[in-house]
């Protein structure tokens, strides 16, 4: 396969299925994965092309879709399960947290559990309630999970491919408001190691970290104070769980200031855990406190109040300003 | 629901020039109906019932041993009316949806007996919590149509009071509701009220543990709740095989409660078998699972192309089977309505018709501090923190205006 | 579980002197049988047939028209053997528990040809997920009991390999693995094995969303899964009135397969009804549920105090069935044993008996560092961090006690 | 009634009872919570004089119980359900956090949900798995729950009958290792406020806070840090959302340094949270970065290594020592 430009819904595709094709033991499931592809066509054509044993629709129960994954699994399989929306995750959390995430513990490693559960997550496309939600936090603080979230069509492809390789339980989410964005995609290409973050901008005044969605706020963000003059620098983490707190360190040691931007709420969210351990990290390197943007201690709001309630362009200028007020 | 909405977009609020924001999938014997290893004690019960029908779709009355429904002319076309203006107000919230005033909505096209015959056999002492597709429902209870727009706008989480209807809030998560139901129902019972609850849920629901878990509460504790399954035969792209392979009614016998199957497109069948599941219930005999056997006409949402999933066929065989145009056949068939009646019923929907139109471009956008008010009703310091961050955030735009 | 353990608890670690560290209950009408509101479509299925027996309480064999074992008095030896050997084993652990051995133990008392019964039933290639009482089927399926008790002595999570000997670890958490087992089936079809696969589950897990949906999965994918429940009547303190108002077999009907119930104290019966469930899997047909109509003679674990809910007359009745107590009634009443038979067997108890003492004595703590293996196959970044660190610390006073 | 020493369980016992006595609708609702009384007896006697109809065993439905309750609540009840133990929320998750946190908010304030989620969390009492786990951060980062955790009987009391008394959801966590207890209860007493911070033993030179069964491991080690001529503040956050960061603040501004104790794992946990916005709030006087000692990222250990696992006095004493380093 030649390098080509596609969004980042049909990286997520090329990439399912190349897993497919390269591995028989690689299943897809989930609600209208099937004909309809899934409500985003991530899984547009696979089961045409790889049969109802491997893209399978399944009734409609989360906690029936990770259950029956972790017995899949037991018995050999790489299912990826798609969960349709963030909101919609949270049937199957006991699954997740009791079973998937500790049953290789539990085992003391006599089993192994490559599931990955395919998340869109995050807001801004206007949708009804439990549809733009960012649950990153409530798996993070679990151990035996990893989380990844790409934030462009090339992390896209590889990240699930190298997700579905893992031997461990991967959340991985999907940036819903970035799937029609599109990227350069190299097959052929080598890809990093999965859970290392990457500086897509750099900069000399402050860190910028995010993930997901918000790497192309930041990016904004970086260009438009450029302009004023401020140079920033954007890291996308790429990884929740773990975080390369090293890659973090470097850039902060150098810049001096971090603000931490995501989509979930700040309170409890992945800012605080990165806050707390940059700081203790870099205590004496830190011009000014690590700030964080994020959503407020709110339920997701209708639709036509997220702009307001998601870390847009405006509120990241306004913490760097915070910031470098210091 | 599956929503990719197009509604449109507000503008980044910083002013500042240079900075701009930028089916049928059955595996292998899946519908099999297996023969029980040895014994009679099979899970398929095989001599099923017919569903209960006292209208076919010709529109002949027709008779059956338990069910039965006396009605006058007047209630004939009360029913009508009903299902007319629902589908008027239905289609227009679609039309709405197409114009982007709307972000998503959910169709109940096909499924007006359903709704509106259950939803005219309760009381309003009664107490009912849909899913987000009981617009019928919600006329029924005496819900303002219009108040049903403002979540699919986007301007709200659910635009009623609850309790001034008996008319819980849309639930969107699949299932939920069922639990809330049952619990509301099993007060209902220990204040000794008489009085029906109902839980609405759809085929794909019934998969759904927490429904299960409903019907195990319900039982143990012969809570007065109606479990209303309207099985519409799909939920989004997958069809009912994907679900269950017996007929979703018999479900309640394993719980030790009543079940029944209905013709949903039928509203006489579903008034008199709701109305007699409702009497159950509040007479302290307990619950009952009412599986109305329907179509969803159209797409599962605005969002949906169900032309990647199933058949022209399908859809077409349901369409001879439309509740309303048999209702009209009846009404036709017994005179029981003259050319005026139809004629003030068409200008009664366009009205209304106009009404939602009007009502949805003037509804307002909230205001941005709204998202502060009502996650709490006692209070959070958290959130009067963040508030006031966010005024003072806001405010210092105004005082960069202002230069 | 109920945990308030009494294990022996370790000492702090830091040396400096000066720092110590402190270091049946129905509600009204819940166990009423509905009546259907008009029609014959009942909830309750009117005339529920007998439980499937082969043995009676006095030992007598009896025929039943669709179930049989054929045995020879070995055989019949060889599943006494089996169930004395599991209740003398189960009696040990208590007795460990006792001593502080154990901080928990669930004992399996009563319920003894239940799990022979199922657990006989099985061939080596197929699969087995357990609760946290299945003690006699993990002896059926060769797991050294010795291993059972890691887990309740505080030493691991489950001290067994899965996969040599077919039998998943133990799940504490209810419900959860018949789904596990329900997605090892969907595997096993998609191998087209010939294998079937037991989920075991108590009266009380039949409550669990999980379980439900358990039953969907396997009926709408035809899994080859056998749900095993031992209806022990009590989950705790809660009768089964508690959970279900009629009985559980009944509920597989309505999620189309069969469901059986056997009398869970009688061997033969459960191993016959048992072997036809495994066959009717293997052979593609499908999942069944068997229920097992046992009870729980003993405590719900050694933290437990049964006086509180229950009487002793119920303890007295089941005493009468006691399966055990059968079997060595047939076994004489057929001379299909000798005394030699019960005295080695004796013998036999009390080796291993000895055994399991010795080798909980000898059992090792696991080393403070194996807190940082197993979380993940794969590696973590913050693991081995948080690994470093804590091997800094505990160097830390080596080098103060150096000192 | 007069002022009495008794275990916190029997301080919540006696809280409910007084509940149960004062308004008819609050109900007591639970696994087992009838005649046995519940696995800790915390419901002792309560079925016996309040029936059957107000203090109810339930199915085995963690989902089932909560989903009900929130019925219950909306027909103008105020149910207490009881979670047998920490690792055995999960199943009633979706409800809690997609249902009971969010129907507030959803109905712009015209309903209202009392609903007390009742939990004995915590190890340290040598239990099987999913027996002793601290689950806060799983719910703090959730809008519309409300989380307040007692460590002494008289708080038990007071803070049981607030949570009953307050008309949002309130996630009940109650410190199991520290059932048996004992310490004056005054139910003639006027409690102080839910959700404040108090200070339980003052000190000059690094503050700990803490809550729930952390709170007297912390107090064991101001103790002892005192022979070391160290003097030690501790804190009891008491509440865990919202968490009382100005007492926080107050205590900082003078002690310069904190350490967060909590059981839950570190990574995502409350000491996150607490040192990123206290770091915030008190840059200019902080002398060395916010510590955390807590769990390990990895699933609760078995009992033998709870004892490790668990941040007990030398590991807070340690990480004293390493804030006071700085
Ligand atoms: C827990 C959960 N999972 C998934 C969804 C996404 N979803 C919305 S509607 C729907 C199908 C529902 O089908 P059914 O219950 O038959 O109701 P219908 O839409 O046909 O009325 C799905 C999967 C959801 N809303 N909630
Ligand atoms: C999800 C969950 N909730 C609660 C518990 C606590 N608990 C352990 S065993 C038990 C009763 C189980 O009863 P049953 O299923 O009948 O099995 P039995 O113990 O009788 O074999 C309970 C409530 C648990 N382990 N898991
Ligand atoms: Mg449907
Ligand atoms: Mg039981």
Redesign the pocket.
Known sequence: MAAEKMALAKALTSSLRTALDSDPKVLVMG??VGKLGGVFRVTDGLQKDFGEERVIDTP?A?SGIIGTAIGLALRGYRPVAEI??DG?VF?AYDQIVTQLAKMHARSLGTVKLPVVIRIPYGGGIGAVE?HSESPESLFAHVAGLKIVTPSDASDAFWMLRQAIECDDPVIFLEPKARYWEKGEVDPSGIPGPLHAARVVREGRDLTLAAYGPSVKTCLAAAAAAEEDGTSLEVLDLRSVSPIDFDAIQRSVERTRRLVVVHEAPVFFGSGAEVAARITERCFYHLEAPVLRVGGFHAPYPPARLEEEYLPGLDRVLDSVDRALAY | ??VESTAARGKPRRAAAQRTAAKKTGTKQAAKTAAAPGTAQAGQSAQAPEMVQLLTPEGERVEHPDYAVETTPGQLRDLYRDMVLTRRFDAEATALQRQGELGLW?SLLGQEAAQIGSGRALRDSDYVFP???EHGVAWCRGVDPTLLLGMFRGVNHGGWDPNSNNFHLYT????AQTLHATGYAMGVAKDGADTAVVAY??????S?GDVAEAFTFAAVYNAPVVFFC?N?Q???SEPIERQTRVPLYQRAAGYGFPGIRVDGNDVLAVLAVTRAAAEHARTGQGPTLVEAFTY?MGA?TTSDDPTRYRDKEELAAWEGKDPILRLRRLLERESAADEAFFADLDAESDALAKRVRESIRTMPDPDGMAMFEHTYADGHTLVDEERAQYATYLASFADHEGN
């Open positions: 609600e209208d409609l989360e349709q929306f919609f049937p439990h | 629901m599956t959910p899913t987000y597709r969107i998560v699949i299932g849920f759809g085929d794909g629901a019934s759904q309207q519409n799909w939920a989004i969803r599962h």
